[in-house]
C-alpha cells in the first residue's frame, strides 16, 4: 500500500517529503499511514523567505490589523474542525483530548485576537510610561518596542499537534513576526493538514507561515540574530539544541518549554468528607488520564498529608478504575493510545526506573483491558500509580518524567515539607494546592512560587468553573523555572513582547509624540480649528488642543459639591481645625475639580460627534485647591484607538460605527508657581464619519 507523503510548505511552495521519510501510523491500531521528511527543503533559505518576505508585511502591520487577522483565521478553522477532529483520532485523542487541541488551539488565536484591544493600532508596543530627564521637562524618554526583524522558529512536542502551533504562531503572529514550525514527526499530519488549510485560507499573509513536516535536523545551523527560537520538549533534547553554537554567536534567544515533574499538593486542612478532598481525587485522576498523561502540564507527583495517603489511594484507585481504555471511536472510552509504539515504549522504560525505589499500587501493565482495539497493536497502557513513602531519599519521582499515564502519591508531614517535595522537581510548570484555608493558600504560595510557573489553588469555591491543573491559560504564564526550561511562551501581552524589541527613545516631547503618535505631556499643541468635540473620529489629530475659560473656585461651591455629593470629609469644611493636617483651610474635593474640569472643556450645547464619555484613567490630584483659586483646563488629544467590537444586529446602538479617543485633561492653576493641580486621561467614543 503506498503511504501518503506529507508536504512541507516552505519558500512559498508546496514541497512533498520524499518516499524514505520515516513512516508515521495510527497509534490505536498501528496501521502505517503517512511518510514525513523534509529533505527537499533549504532551511537557509526557508528562514530567510520568512524574514524577507513575511517578515516585511507583517511588521508593517498594526497590532488592530494583526488581531483581526487572528480573529479571520480563527473563525477559518472553526469552520473545518470535523476534518481536524477525524485525523486526530489517529494520534491516539478521545474526542476530549482532541477538544484541548483542536478548540484550545482555535481558542488562543481568539484570545490573543481580542489583545488587539489592549495595543495601539501602530506596528509597535509603547512601552511603560515617560522618564523626565530633565528639570525643566524638555528632554524626556520613554521605550518602544518594535518587530524583531527576524523568524520565529518552533520546535514541538508531539502531544499537542494544533494547540502546540497556534499557541506559539498566534503570539509572534501578533507581535509582527514571521513563524516557521516544525511539528515533532510522529503527529505530525495533524499539523499539516491545518496549515493546508491555513495556507489556503489566503488570510496570512505569504511566508507568514512556514512548515517543515521532518526532522529538520541542522536547522538551527542557519538562525541569525533577530530570530527567535522556541523549542518544546524533553529537558533532554532543550538542553542540546539551547547549546548549539550558532544560536550563541548569532545571539539568539531560545525559550525553552521543557518536561516538568508537576506537584499537586492536598491541604492538611482537609477530611475525607470535605468536598475538597474530592476536587482533588477528581483532579489528579484527569491528569492522570487525560491525553493518556500525555501532557507536560500532568500531575507527575501527588504529595498528600501522611495520615490521608490511605484513603487518597483507596478513592484514586475507585475513580481510575472506571476509566475504559481504547479506541476513542467506540462509545464509552475514556482513555486513548498514546502518540505512538515508540512513546509507549519510552513510558515503559520509564516505569522500570521508577520501580527500582517505588511500588506500583495502582495498574497493572500486564492485565488491563482494551475496548475496540488491539492491546499490542496499538501504544496502550493503563494508568499506573506508585506510592513513595520516602520521598526525600527515594528520589527518583522528583527526576524521571514517564510521559503517559504516570503518578507517584508521597506523604508530608508539614507545610514544609511539602513545599520542599514540590520543590524537589527542580522547577515545574505547574503546580496545584488543595485546600480550603487560605492563610494555608497563601502560605503555600509564597513560598513554592520560585520553583513552579503557575499556582493553582483549588477549593469548593471556584472548583466548578476552574480550568484546571493542566490547562495553561493563553492569557496567564505558560513556563516555569529550572528544569522547565524558564521559558515563557505565552502570557497575554507579556508573550507578545517576547518577540519585540524594546528600544530606549529620548527627545523633547513633541518629538517623543511625533514618533509614539500618543501626546506626551509638555509636548506643544495644536490649534485645532474647531472644538475638538466637532471633529469626527478620523478628523481628529493627536496634540488638538484647547485652552479653556478660568473658573473661580469659592467657598460655596465647596459646601454645595460636599451637600449635592455626601462627601463631607473634615477637609471640605470651613469649621475644621486644620492643625496637624495636610491643609492649610478648606480645600475643594478633587472630584470637584474634575467635574468644572467636565465643565470648562465640554462642548455643551449641539450635538456633536462626541457619542459618550466611558471613564477617567490616571487621574491625580497633584495640589490642593483653596477658595480663591481660578482653575482653567488644557485639553489635548491624547491618542486614537479603533473600535472594532463586532456589532449586534439586534441593538441599532451597537452599529454606529466609531472610536475610542484619550484625552489629556490638565487642570491648572496659574497663579502659582507649579500650575498643574490635577491630571486625567478621559476616554470618550466618538463618532466616524464613514457610517
Ligand atoms: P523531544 O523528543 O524532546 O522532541 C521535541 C521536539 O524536538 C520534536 O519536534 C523533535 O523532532 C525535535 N528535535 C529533537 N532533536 C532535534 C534536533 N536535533 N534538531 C531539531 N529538532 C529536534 O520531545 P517529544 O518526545 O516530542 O515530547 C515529549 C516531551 O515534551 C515530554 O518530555 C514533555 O514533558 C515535553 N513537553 C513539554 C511541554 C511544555 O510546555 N513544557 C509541552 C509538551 C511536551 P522529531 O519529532 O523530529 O524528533
Known sequence: MSLQKLNNYALGQWIPSTDKGEVLYNSITGEPLYIADSVDVDFAAALEYGRKTGGKILRKMTFHERGRMLKDLAIYLQARKDKYYAISAYTGATKADSWVDIEGGFGNLFTNASLRRQLPDEPFYIDGDIAKLSRGGSFIGHHIMVPKPGIAIHINAYNFPVWGMLEKIAVNLMAG?????????????????????????????????????????????????????????????????????????????????????????????????????????????????????????????????????????????????????GDPAVEGVRMGALAGLQQRNDVLAKIEQLKTSQEIIIGDLQNFEVVGADREKGAFLPPVVFLNNDPFHNTAAHEIEAFGPVSTLMPYKTLDEAIELAAMGKGSLVSSFITYDDRLARDYTLEAATSHGRILVLNRDCAKESTGHGSPMPMLVHGGPGRAGGGEEMGGIRGILHYMQRTAIQGSPTTITAITNVFQQGAKGRDPGIHPFKKHYEELHIGDQIITEKRLITSEDIDRFAALSGDNFYAH???????????????????????????????????????????IDELRFTKPVYPGANIHIRFTCKQKLPNDTTPDPENPRSLIKRGIVKWLVEMLDDDTEDPLVGVATILTMVKTLEQ
Open 573 to 615: 469644611k470651613t469649621n475644621t481645625d486644620f492643625t496637624g493636617t495636610m491643609f492649610d483651610q478648606q480645600v475643594a474635593h478633587g472630584y470637584f475639580i474634575m467635574s468644572i474640569a467636565a465643565g470648562l472643556f465640554v462642548d455643551s450645547y449641539e450635538m456633536n460627534p462626541v457619542l459618550l464619555n466611558y471613564g
Open 177 to 325: 513576526m514571521p513563524a516557521i514550525v516544525k511539528p515533532a514527526q510522529v503527529t505530525s499530519f495533524l499539523t499539516e493538514a491545518v496549515v493546508q488549510d491555513i495556507i489556503a485560507s489566503g488570510i496570512l499573509p505569504e511566508g507568514a507561515l512556514q512548515l517543515l513536516v521532518g526532522s529538520a535536523r541542522g536547522i538551527l545551523d542557519h538562525v541569525k540574530n533577530g530570530d527567535v527560537v522556541t523549542f518544546t520538549g524533553s529537558a533532554h533534547t532543550g538542553r542540546m539544541l539551547k547549546a548549539t553554537q550558532r544560536l550563541i554567536d548569532e545571539a539568539v534567544p531560545f525559550n525553552m518549554e521543557a518536561d516538568s515533574l508537576n506537584a499537586s499538593v492536598l491541604g492538611a486542612d482537609v477530611t475525607p468528607d470535605m468536598p475538597e478532598f474530592d476536587i482533588y481525587i477528581k483532579e489528579v485522576a484527569r491528569e492522570i488520564t487525560t491525553k493518556a498523561g500525555q501532557k507536560c502540564t500532568a500531575v507527575r507527583r501527588m504529595i498528600v498529608p501522611e495520615h490521608l495517603v490511605s484513603p487518597v489511594q483507596e478513592a484514586l484507585a475507585k475513580r481510575l478504575a472506571s476509566t475504559t481504555i
